[in-house]
């Protein structure tokens, strides 16, 4: 089946804009995970979901960042009034509990946001 | 100390070796662990994961962890060309902590 897809794929804002970033998972997948990866670095937890409810959100690095997943399968990223360092790859992914133990999290493409 | 730890490489090997990268997590109660691999420009791509103690195969890869010494480690024999990428270790349940990732080049 289809993968987790994000959009979109590339976006450059100037300084102070609003963005959002939107992300499918895979269809049937209960959790939904954001994480930022800047040039060079691995990829950094932002926040997570189980269905629509958000249950970790420690990675949000202030209060412009804000994701909401309203009906447990889209999910949208959304950051306010974005700053030069905002700029990296924000990836999605998604994972079906397995129930033993390891579930593994499927990536999309992720979106490469260039701030101005 | 940052809580994952990988040698940023690169680590260069020619086609047909063993590539061994390495990998050490400072939370001992970490109980899952995950090679990804990552080309160049693309996303992560799971290629191993493990939670037991001892080595695990799948093909060419060979993923070993040891919770005492606090390390998993990565083995990937018959190096391909194709094997040129980012080797992501990551740590953890539901929030993956990533290490930095090491750079793999392997040379016809």
């Known amino acids: 089946g289809a993968g987790v897809s994000q959009s979109p794929r590339y976006k450059v804002a100037k300084r102070g804009q609003d963005v959002a970033l939107r992300c499918d998972p895979i269809?049937?997948?209960?959790?939904l995970f954001w994480y930022q990866q800047a040039l060079g670095q691995g990829p950094e937890f932002l926040t997570y979901?189980?269905?629509?409810?958000?249950?970790?959100k420690s990675g949000l690095p202030s209060d412009r960042f804000f994701a909401e997943r309203p009906e447990g399968s889209v999910s949208t990223l959304k950051i306010q009034r974005t700053q030069q360092e905002d700029s990296a790859v924000y990836l999605c992914?998604?994972?079906?509990?397995?129930?033993?133990?390891?579930?593994?999290?499927?990536f999309g493409p992720g979106t490469r946001l260039t701030v101005l | 100390q940052k809580e994952v730890e990988q040698n940023s490489g690169p680590l260069s090997v020619p086609e047909g070796a063993i590539a061994s990268l390495n990998c050490t997590y400072s939370?001992?109660?970490?109980?899952?662990f995950f090679w990804y691999r990552q080309y160049s420009g693309k996303s992560p791509e799971l290629i191993m994961s493990?939670?037991?103690?001892g080595d695990k195969e799948d093909g060419r890869f060979t993923a070993q962890l040891n919770k005492a010494s606090q390390y998993v480690s990565l083995l990937i024999r018959d190096s391909q060309p194709s094997d040129s990428a980012t080797y992501l270790c990551?740590?953890?349940?539901?929030?993956?902590?990533f290490g930095t990732g090491t750079r793999l080049l392997v040379s016809p």
């Open positions: 979901f189980q269905n629509e409810a958000q249950l970790d």
């Open positions: 992914a998604s994972s079906y509990p397995s129930g033993g133990g390891i579930d593994t999290q499927y």
């Open positions: 939370d001992r109660v970490s109980q899952s």
């Open positions: 990551a740590v953890g349940f539901q929030k993956l902590v």
């Open positions: 493990i939670y037991s103690n």
């Open positions: 269809s049937g997948h209960v959790s």
